[in-house]
């Protein structure tokens, strides 16, 4: 589909079975939506927005792989079941995304995605510039090729499941993680700073990093500007690894932030 001005709205479902869904809205102040309780039943889902407009897709959802952008606008999305985040290639109307999700061509921009059952697997990459990323997923987050590029960075991993975000991210604010049964693996080309992401949209807001449900391992690694706590990490009776590498850089307590393993 592609649209002009006025973008799409979904009040009924688009059920293409496991084949591919194109979604393109190119009208000024348009985005993409979903009204009730409409719903993509898709093996693949590209979604383009070219100009300003944001996507809304935030129904129960069954999508096994997504690909998502907009030039000016924020992406909010919800799966019912396991998820690639992975780049959709161009195909008639649709000219293909260069990421997983990004917003990054308008400072600022949100991506917020919730998995109400399965896991998050990032092929490509999640890149908002300056803006925020939100993760809920019942089953747990895995980058495999794909890294977050944000200013902030919120996972919560609801039900059992590890956090392994381990590709080559680069998030220049804060992050904040936290699984309900699961490990947290971490790793920055720059500086780590744990601290603290509000609630937001499907996101219920995290405090430092937390594992202490499953007494889980939390590993993170980090590169120039070292690491630097201003919440906690809690992996309850669990392991804690902290390594900085980057050259000048070291690990650092603010304020009245510690440890807990």
């Known amino acids: 589909l592609l649209s002009g001005a006025g973008g799409i709205t979904l009040n009924n479902d688009i059920n293409a079975g496991t084949g591919t869904v194109y979604l393109t809205s190119a009208g000024a102040g348009a985005g993409i939506s979903e009204a009730g309780a409409a719903k993509v039943t898709a093996g693949t889902l590209g979604m383009n927005v070219t100009s300003a407009g944001n996507i809304v897709t935030n129904n129960s959802n069954v999508v096994n792989v997504l690909g998502a952008k907009t030039a000016n606008g924020n992406v909010q999305f919800k799966n019912t079941q ?3 985040v992975t780049t959709v290639a161009a195909s008639g109307n649709f000219a293909g995304t260069t990421n997983g999700i990004d917003t990054s061509a308008t400072t600022g921009k949100t991506v917020d995605v919730l998995l109400t059952a399965g896991a998050l697997t990032l092929n490509n990459d999640v890149t908002v510039g300056t803006g925020t990323v939100y993760v809920t997923s019942a089953g747990g987050l895995n980058e495999t090729t794909g890294k977050v590029l944000a200013d902030v960075l919120g ?107």
């Open 82 to 84: 396991a998820l690639g």
């Open 155 to 261: 996972i919560n991993v609801t039900g059992a499941g590890n956090i392994v975000a381990n590709q080559a991210n680069h998030v220049t604010g804060a992050i904040s993680l936290k699984t309900a049964n699961g490990t947290i693996q971490y790793q920055d080309t720059g500086a780590i700073t744990v601290g603290a992401v509000g609630a937001s949209g499907n996101y219920a807001g995290t405090t430092g990093i937390d594992s202490s449900g499953g007494n889980g391992t939390v590993d993170l690694l980090s590169g120039a500007g070292g690491i630097t706590l201003n919440n906690d990490i809690n992996a309850g009776t669990g392991t804690v690894y902290l390594t900085s590498a980057g050259a000048g850089a070291g690990i650092s307590e603010a304020g009245a932030a510690k440890v807990t393993a």
